[in-house]
């Protein structure tokens, strides 16, 4: 079952369209089935969870963080994550900044958006991180790279909604493109889309989509 919605979603998806296969709370036996089905990259949003799949599954997997991230718990990962996709602050980004020096990388991140209705999401505004990308701070900051944005749709069935929330995501790309990113070309990736909405998401634009129970089945 795992292995046939991995190869249907590799069918289905447009080819600039990367599969997140997102395997939060789902054993490594789950994560082996799709890694024997050729997928190579894996998203899971608690730290400790993260760091111990890490350690036991093949070492050519490109775990990706998605979840929220405490500034204290960032040194468990920042020897081997390859995208952190929901960074919302400087201070956190920061940090980043300081654990991939100790590792001698670069780490990729993500600039999470706050664009639901619902205010238990995290995220900047576009004004935010507007001020943030301009701050003498953040050129300090050598060993992250911004890959992109990232943001999370409501849960709710109004499609028209999720639609419009998406488009703001895209717009705070465009915006962030055309200037601060102007002359930046590792600036270009949008993570949006779920099991419930990644269809909207990629008609929007999107270029990541972070797929958990319509590969693995319900949590
Ligand atoms: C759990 C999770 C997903 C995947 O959710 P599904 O609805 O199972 O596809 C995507 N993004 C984030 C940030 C998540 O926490």
């Excluded at 069935?157 to 200037?179: A, C, P, R």
Aim: glycine share 6%; net charge negative.
């Amino acid at each position: 079952m795992i292995a046939e919605r991995i190869q249907q979603l590799k069918n289905e998806l447009p080819e600039n369209v990367q599969l997140i296969a997102v395997s939060k709370t789902k054993p490594n036996a789950d994560i082996q089935v799709a890694y024997d089905a050729g997928q190579r990259v894996f998203g899971e949003n608690k730290v400790q969870e993260l760091a111990d799949k890490y350690k036991a599954l093949p070492k050519d997997i490109e775990w990706h963080l998605i979840g929220h991230l405490q500034t204290n718990k960032v040194k468990y990962i920042a020897p081997f994550v390859h995208l952190i996709h929901a960074v919302d602050s400087l201070k956190l980004l920061q940090e980043i900044n300081k654990q991939a020096l100790k590792n001698d990388r670069v780490i990729n991140c993500l600039l999470q958006f706050f664009i639901a209705s619902e205010d238990t999401k995290f995220g900047f505004s576009i004004e935010e991180a507007q001020d943030m990308l301009s701050s003498p701070a953040f050129f300090e900051l050598k060993n992250i790279k911004i890959v992109g944005v990232m943001g999370m749709a409501s849960f709710v069935d109004d499609e028209g909604q999720v639609e419009k929330e998406f488009k703001n995501l895209h717009s705070y790309f465009q915006l962030l493109k055309s200037s601060v990113f102007e002359s930046n070309a590792d600036f270009k990736e949008i993570s949006m889309g779920m099991s419930g909405d990644y269809k909207i998401a990629i008609a929007q634009g999107s270029t990541m989509v972070r797929l958990g129970s319509t590969i693995f089945g319900n949590r």
